[in-house]
């Protein structure tokens, strides 16, 4: 397959219409603004719809009409951004709706900097607004995966009926790295019986909300949910492992960052100390189970998480393993990226502290 | 055997449900005027309405046709939503006046000046009618709310805002008209307002927007005749009815 240059916000948006996304919906934020620049001229090229919202809470409702109407559409955003559209996450999961919402993360909180950060790992994997609910959240580490998860994301969100996340660290965004189109067709289209898009033959009208004013019925409601999120958690755990087997220490990282560990591990590896990396690609569901079997092998003797943030994804990390390892961190956060040489110090420093 | 004549039957843009609005609310003759339209149009099978955070938020378990609920304000950005990736659909809005004056005051301004070619029915009661009577931007000058309970004072509230007068100022604004339904005269031009802002929202000329001044009379603390006195003897004098803007008369002078 032709190999191609391109720049990873152009990239997620074009690979979004060719996955079949028929509507976008965008407000300008640093360092995402490529992907609604990219969809004002390619949408409607592709015979989709492309607004400019008044603001990120604007977007996310015009996803969430699109979406009652049975539209697959999608909005972006970076941090402060996606924290304005809650209110509309919260809304979706609420009313069941699906849609694709690609956060291309920047050090907090508030304001904070335009430079990469992975900080909004609690808000993306714990609840998405209020309320009890879930998204599927996916972590690309490189724009050819950010690519490839397009399909995956409206595939799942359609079939599940769930809102999925890219979760991606802005220097995806930024960056450019050759890729292939591995895809030729877009997503198939599934029915939504559901959508409010006129009545049905027999008079049967839809009504697309979150208002479940008796209780029971809402309790009910998020039972249903928390059903279909037990198969998500047992159907679409995605995760990538490298050296792990009889390893003296597992790296535990998500995004960009498992790159640069990727880095320190051959730089560790020199010296014959044996790293392995356990990377997540879907960081809700997390992959516990797989994570824990690796981390009871006999040779590990830690499992550390990197991130770029003050240990987010170590919760997840040290909810896994337990007790069964020590499970140290190492971030750095506010923009500021991990650089290998201290990744691999941390790793050494870890292994004299386990050996005494 | 005398013989028997139907002269009046619910409308069949009407579900057969009881209603929960409290007497003397305007909600369930407006929702009447809508049914009735849609029908007369046509329309019953192809409109999606949007409900609003309020008392209304079930008008979708009223009339007959297909909803969606919207978060508190937004409605004008899930009707984007809606009516840009289905312009085949009938699309309207139904939203309350803490819902489109105030939370929601960003949306409808960038509906409008866009000229999303969806038709907002505007509710106004001057007043937050499901939370139990607080004070709306709409509230006029001296009237009680549990929120300004010595009436409200333009000097720590400010003045009623005219949503309609404000909206028309945009070229997005293709018809707006100001209505009540406290009357059968009054009522009867609503319902043609109404079926003009669905005519035109065909012809995809613009944003077309009817205002409805409503009463609450549980939380003014009226009777229902009272309260529909109200609307003609002082909501009016601060919102006159009438015509606010219509650029199809305009082509045609």
């Given at each position: ?153 409206f595939e799942m969100t359609d079939n ?36 409010a898009d006129g009545r049905d033959g ?155 | ?253």
């Amino acid at each position: 397959m032709k190999k191609e240059l391109w720049k990873g916000n152009e990239a997620i948006a074009e690979a979004a219409i060719r996955a079949g996304c028929k509507a976008y919906f965008g407000y300008p934020i640093t360092p995402q603004n490529e992907i609604p620049e990219y969809m004002s001229k390619r949408m409607p090229e592709s015979g989709g719809v492309f607004v400019q919202a008044e603001s990120e809470v604007a977007a996310i409702n015009m996803l969430y009409g699109a979406s009652a109407a049975g539209v697959r559409a999608m909005t972006s955003s970076s941090s402060p951004g996606i924290s304005l559209k809650q209110e509309g996450i919260s809304y979706m999961v609420g009313a069941d709706l699906p849609g694709v919402v690609v956060n291309m993360m920047r050090g907090g909180p508030g304001l904070g900097t335009i430079q990469p950060s992975q900080s909004d790992y609690f808000q993306a994997t714990r609840t998405p607004g209020h309320g009890d609910g879930h998204m599927i959240a996916l972590a690309p580490a490189s724009i050819q995966e950010a690519v490839d998860l397009m399909w995956d994301a409206f595939e799942m969100t359609d079939n599940y009926r769930t809102l999925v996340m890219i979760l991606a660290d802005g220097m995806i965004g930024q960056m450019m790295e050759p890729i292939v189109w591995r895809h030729e067709q877009p997503v198939p289209e599934v029915d939504k019986p559901w959508a409010a898009d006129g009545r049905d033959g027999d008079g049967k009208t839809h009504f697309v909300t979150s208002l479940r004013l008796q209780s029971p019925a809402n309790e009910q409601f998020n039972l249903s949910l928390e059903e279909k999120y037990e198969i998500i958690q047992r159907d679409e755990v995605r995760y990538e492992e490298k050296g792990c087997k009889d390893a003296d220490i597992i790296i535990c990282a998500f995004g960009t960052t498992a790159r640069i560990v990727s880095t320190a591990i051959r730089m560790l590896k020199e010296e014959g100390i044996n790293a392995g990396l356990f990377r997540p690609i879907t960081v809700w569901p997390y992959p516990s189970q797989q994570l824990k079997e690796l981390a009871s092998q006999d040779s590990v003797k830690a499992v550390l998480t990197v991130e770029m943030n003050l240990g987010q994804m170590h919760e997840d990390v040290r909810l896994a393993v337990g007790e069964r390892k020590p499970t140290p961190f190492y971030g750095r956060t506010g923009g500021m990226v991990p650089e290998p040489r201290h990744i691999a110090d941390r790793v050494r420093e870890i292994l004299r502290e386990v050996s005494k | 055997m005398t013989q028997t004549q139907v002269v009046y039957e619910r409308s069949k843009g009407l579900k057969d449900v009881e209603t929960h609005y409290c007497p003397g609310c305007h909600h369930g003759i407006i929702h009447k005027l809508i049914a009735e339209v849609l029908v007369e149009m046509n329309l019953l099978d192809t409109a999606v309405g949007i409900s609003p955070v309020g008392c209304s938020v079930l008008a979708g378990d009223y009339i007959n046709c297909d909803f969606v609920q919207a978060a508190h304000g937004r409605a004008p950005a899930v009707a984007t939503g809606i009516k840009r990736t289905r312009p085949d659909l009938t699309v309207f809005t139904y939203q309350g006046d803490g819902d489109l004056a105030s939370i929601g005051a960003g949306e409808i301004v960038h509906a409008t000046m866009r000229g999303e070619r969806f038709t907002t029915i505007f509710i106004n009661n001057a007043i937050y009618g499901m939370t139990g009577g607080q004070m709306a931007p709409t509230t006029l000058v001296g009237q009680k709310a549990t929120t300004a309970q010595g009436g409200r004072d333009p000097l720590q509230h400010g003045q009623p805002m005219r949503m309609s007068e404000m909206l028309s100022t945009l070229d997005g604004m293709a018809y707006c008209e100001r209505v009540c339904v406290a009357d059968v005269p009054h009522l009867t031009k609503a319902k043609r307002a109404v079926k003009k802002a669905f005519t035109l929202q065909q012809q995809g000329i613009g944003h077309t927007f009817i205002e409805f001044l409503s009463t609450c009379p549980t939380n003014w603390g009226m009777s229902a005749v009272d309260a529909g006195k109200w609307v003609k003897s002082h909501m009016t004098q601060v919102y006159p009815l009438g015509v606010i803007k219509d650029i199809t008369a305009k082509e045609s002078t």
